[in-house]
Every structure is written in structure tokens, then in C-alpha cells.
């Protein structure tokens, strides 16, 4: 899996400069060129003494369970389960990092659009919630701040629901975003 990661962007080194470092929104013309890099690299990589599995994250890495991903518009079935793992690995780190054309999201935002495309069946469900169970568990007994000020501590995830965790907020009775509909990325600055 460690290798996969590793190697499963090298076909950016194809990509033009002025498109990966564009400061601003890719044309058509552009994003078909970066939609290809996938390609780049596993024809960079296909002679090369790895394994199949970093061939296939090099190359699958983008394709979605609906068939909208690229550069095969493979489905679910034809998926491999490390590369639904890189693939949601990649998703979200294309949101939480910052890049030349956009501003590094939070946390909570990640974890919201990871669990979107996860309900539009683009991303694996069950690995989706690990992941973003795991995301925030890492936030739990942290100190944060809401959107009106108020202060307050994430006492309790529910891991089907991360997004929406029981908050211990100072002089309040707790609130459980889980019963109120609301998830953490509406009500908090994190």
C-alpha cells in the first residue's frame, strides 16, 4: 500500500509544468491532458520490476464505483480494494492541501465530501467511514471553537455518523449534532 502511494502520481512528470502549477481553473483542453497521467504512469512504470498492485493504483487511481472516474470509467466490481483505499487516501488530499488554485480546506470539510461522494456511491462506503472515523477520532477531546464564538470539546463519534459527534459545549448541556442534523463542519471553526 506504502509503495502504491508512492508511486501512483508519477505520471505527472508528463504533465506539462504550466498545467500542474496553473494558478487558476484547467480549460477542457487541460484537464483532458491531466486526466491522462494515469496512463503516463503506468506506461512509466509497466516495465519495471513492481508489483501488480502498484500498476493498478498507478493506473486506477481516479476511477470512481459509479464508472465517472477516469481513465477507463471502470465500476465497483473492477475496482481493487487497496486501490478504493488510494483512491479515497488521494480524494482527500486533493481537498485538505493546499495548491497553487485553491486554499487548503479543514478537516471537517474533507470529511464532509469524503462522505458525499461516498452516499453517490463514487467512493467505498466501508472504507470511507474508517477513514473518516479515524479523522475524527483524532479530533476527539480537542478544544474547538464554534461559529458563535462558544467553546467546546468533542466528547463522543458515532462511527456511523463521524460527521456528527455529541459536543460538550462550556455552560451548555451537550449537543448531539447527530439528533439536530447538523455536522461539525456547519457549527464549528476548525
Same mark, same amino acid.
Given at each position: 500500500?506504502?509503495?502504491?502511494?508512492?508511486?501512483?502520481?508519477?505520471?505527472?512528470?508528463?504533465?506539462?509544468?504550466?498545467? !500542474?502549477? *496553473?494558478?487558476?481553473? $484547467?480549460?477542457?483542453e487541460?484537464f483532458t491532458?491531466? /486526466?491522462?497521467?494515469?496512463? #503516463?504512469?503506468?506506461?512509466?512504470l509497466?516495465?519495471?520490476?513492481?508489483?501488480?498492485?502498484?500498476?493498478?493504483?498507478?493506473v486506477?487511481?481516479?476511477?470512481?464505483?459509479?464508472?465517472?472516474?477516469?481513465?477507463?470509467?471502470?465500476?465497483?466490481?473492477n475496482?481493487?480494494?487497496?486501490?478504493?483505499?488510494?483512491?479515497i487516501?488521494?480524494?482527500?488530499?486533493?481537498?485538505?492541501?493546499?495548491?497553487?488554485?485553491?486554499?487548503?480546506?479543514?478537516?471537517?470539510?474533507?470529511?464532509?465530501? !469524503?462522505l *458525499?461522494?461516498?452516499? $453517490?456511491?463514487?467512493?467505498?462506503?466501508?472504507?470511507? /467511514?474508517?477513514?473518516?472515523? #479515524?479523522?475524527?477520532?483524532?479530533?476527539?477531546e480537542?478544544?474547538?471553537?464554534?461559529?458563535?464564538?462558544?467553546?467546546?470539546?468533542?466528547?463522543?463519534?458515532?462511527?456511523?455518523?463521524?460527521?456528527q459527534?455529541i459536543?460538550?459545549?462550556e455552560?451548555?448541556?451537550?449537543?448531539d449534532?447527530?439528533?439536530?442534523?447538523?455536522?461539525?463542519?456547519q457549527?464549528?471553526?476548525?
Amino acid at each position: 500500500m506504502a509503495r502504491m502511494s508512492l508511486f501512483h502520481d508519477i505520471g505527472k512528470f508528463k504533465i506539462s509544468h504550466n498545467i !500542474l502549477h *496553473k494558478p487558476a481553473r $484547467l480549460t477542457d483542453e487541460e484537464f483532458t491532458e491531466m /486526466k491522462n497521467h494515469p496512463i #503516463y504512469g503506468y506506461n512509466m512504470l509497466k516495465d519495471a520490476e513492481l508489483s501488480k498492485e502498484i500498476l493498478l493504483g498507478t493506473v486506477l487511481h481516479h476511477e470512481r464505483l459509479d464508472g465517472s472516474g477516469y481513465p477507463k470509467g471502470l465500476t465497483s466490481k473492477n475496482i481493487p480494494f487497496l486501490v478504493r483505499i488510494l483512491s479515497i487516501a488521494d480524494t482527500f488530499d486533493a481537498i485538505y492541501s493546499s495548491r497553487v488554485y485553491k486554499d487548503q480546506k479543514s478537516i471537517l470539510f474533507a470529511v464532509e465530501e !469524503l462522505l *458525499k461522494d461516498s452516499q $453517490l456511491n463514487k467512493l467505498d462506503k466501508d472504507i470511507t /467511514k474508517k477513514f473518516t472515523l #479515524y479523522l475524527m477520532v483524532s479530533l476527539k477531546e480537542r478544544k474547538i471553537v464554534l461559529r458563535n464564538g462558544q467553546k467546546a470539546e468533542i466528547i463522543h463519534i458515532f462511527s456511523d455518523h463521524p460527521n456528527q459527534p455529541i459536543l460538550n459545549i462550556e455552560g451548555h448541556t451537550p449537543l448531539d449534532l447527530k439528533k439536530t442534523g447538523l455536522t461539525l463542519n456547519q457549527v464549528a471553526n476548525i
